[in-house]
């Protein structure tokens, strides 16, 4: 955690009786003007847009609403996007999403401006984007002819801040962000008449995490049942995905996708004819004999061992004496700077399909994300420009893309209701709650095959691991995308994407709706 340099103040040293003297005691209360409550802010626009051949008719609201405490206190100014369809015959029973980022520390620009909102960045697809001027389209692909859309932005990004006694940072663990963006979602939907709305989450990322305990704090405290919650690049069980001394879990989940990346960029040392049986053939050694030889540690024979470093050759493409080195355990950071050493470049993490230059050749784990540098600053721009220019926000209000302390002193604990407190969050109970809370409740789960962020494998362990009721299995779907974490980066898959959601969206409402 960074440090917060104190203010320093100067003290004069003044006797009581010269102090009484001079100045007699006035009435504190009367001497301090009253405090100005926090006001919410709005900046409404109309626009039209063409969505699948139709044009839709919609209000754009770029705001801020104050969010309260359980005391009724203002605790957070959040900001938001929100946009709905103006010619809707019912408005207070039209589908209604709300959706985020993760991070955490991350504003909602990532899905905002690449795949829900009315408007899409062009960025280059596994490969580099030119420098400005980015190119800024009417998004086809857009979720608003099936829902209302409301973007948010957690506290510390967009223009959300704390207020009064509280700080920022008490927002940045597991629980206090899921309060807050739970009690900004209620207030909203009564503010907007829309309690009889179908209600979906989306989240990307950390946002997965944030939804999983989201959509049961709301069903079972606030009495709020939802249709649907997509996870985008799922985050629940973090254990799963970040490597840890003495954690052997994530070694075999991440296993298929170096297999994948290795597979698309041709290092392997027989390319197989069939990506996806490939693939097939990958997870079923990576839960079985891989997982096995790992359990056994130091007791594991020269000759088992030998056996495994030979088939991770086969399935990844690095080299056997590398292997040896690595103790058959290669970290994510550690793939994507060895992969394409000998040709001096990266392998793109959030999307394994993008490569970089290697500043370091010599160093062990890679130094940055060729996916990030490739795209970040298009959507940065893109979404400034946009913000300020189209949707009326004045430049002096300051956006916060991203807030590296709060990823830096995020507090990872969770509590579990009935079930104690986790030391690393792991929401795939809250999920699972929630779905038998409410048995109307459908998930839909995307995954790009060449994400090393959230790997697919690790999506499927997690979700196979909810412990749901036979019945309620179905009722969690998993999708697949030729694309990365973020895989509507890649055009077609953001058309299977919008198709697969908008399925989604469609099937649920009929169901909640008895149809």
């Not at 069903?219 to 049942?225: G, S, V």
């Not at 799922?234 to 879990?249: C, M, Q, S």
């Amino acid at each position: 955690m960074r440090t917060i340099r104190p203010l320093l103040t100067a003290l004069a040293c003044v006797s009581p009786i010269a102090l009484s003297a001079q100045n007699p005691p006035k009435d504190s209360s009367a001497a301090k003007p009253p405090a100005t409550p926090p006001k919410a802010e709005q900046w409404v626009s109309r626009h039209s847009v063409v969505i699948g051949g139709k044009p839709v008719s919609y209000v754009a609201t770029a705001g801020t609403l104050i969010v309260r405490d359980s005391g009724d206190a203002p605790a957070a100014s959040i900001g938001y996007v929100a946009y709905t369809r103006q010619d809707a015959k019912d408005p207070a029973q039209r589908p209604i999403t709300f959706a985020y980022n993760g991070g955490p520390g991350s504003s909602s620009v990532w899905l905002h401006m690449g795949a829900l909102g009315p408007r899409r960045v062009i960025a280059a697809d596994a490969g580099t984007t030119p420098p400005p001027p980015f190119r800024v389209v009417d998004n086809s692909y857009s979720l608003l002819d099936r829902t209302d859309l409301v973007l948010i932005d957690p506290v510390g990004t967009g223009l959300s801040h704390a207020l009064g006694q509280k700080k920022d940072k008490d927002f940045w663990s597991v629980d206090p962000d899921i309060e807050s963006v739970s009690r900004f979602i209620r207030q909203y939907v009564t503010e907007n008449n829309r309690w009889n709305s179908p209600k979906y989450l989306l989240g990307e990322s950390y946002g997965t995490t944030r939804s999983a305990g989201i959509v049961d704090y709301l069903q079972t405290r606030e009495n709020m049942a939802f249709n649907g919650v997509v996870l985008v690049s799922v985050a629940l069980d973090l254990e799963a995905i970040f490597d840890g001394p003495g954690n052997e879990r994530t070694f075999p989940l991440f296993v298929p996708s170096f297999a994948a990346t290795s597979f698309y960029h041709r290092a392997l040392p027989s390319q197989p004819a069939d990506r996806d049986a490939f693939l097939a053939e990958v997870r079923t050694w990576a839960l079985g004999p891989y997982t096995t030889a790992l359990m056994q540690g130091d007791a594991l024979s020269d000759a088992e061992r030998q056996v495994v470093v030979a088939k991770l050759h086969e399935y990844t493409g690095l080299s056997p004496a590398y292997l040896e080195k690595a103790n058959l355990r290669v970290t994510e950071s550690e793939y994507t700077q060895e992969l394409l050493r000998e040709h001096r470049e990266t392998v793109g993490r959030l999307d394994s399909r993008y490569t970089g230059i290697s500043f370091d050749p010599l160093a062990k784990n890679a130094e940055y994300d060729p996916q990030s540098a490739s795209v970040s600053a298009a959507y940065t721009a893109a979404f400034l420009d946009y913000y300020h220019r189209e949707l009326g926000v004045p430049g002096e209000r300051s956006y916060v893309i991203t807030v590296e302390r709060a990823f830096e002193s995020w507090d990872w604990k969770h509590r579990v209701p009935g079930a104690g407190t986790q030391p690393m969050v792991n929401t795939g109970p809250d999920l699972a709650h929630a779905l038998g809370y409410n048995p109307g409740l459908r998930v839909l789960a995307l995954n790009g095959v060449y994400d090393l962020a959230t790997p697919f494998l690790a999506t499927e362990y997690v979700i196979a691991h909810l412990a749901l009721a036979p019945a309620l299995r179905p009722h969690v779907v998993m999708k697949y995308y030729d694309a990365g974490h973020m895989m509507y980066l890649n055009e077609a898959a953001l058309a299977r994407m919008k198709a697969d959601v908008a399925a989604f969206i469609d099937a649920t409402a009929r169901v909640s709706a008895g149809g």
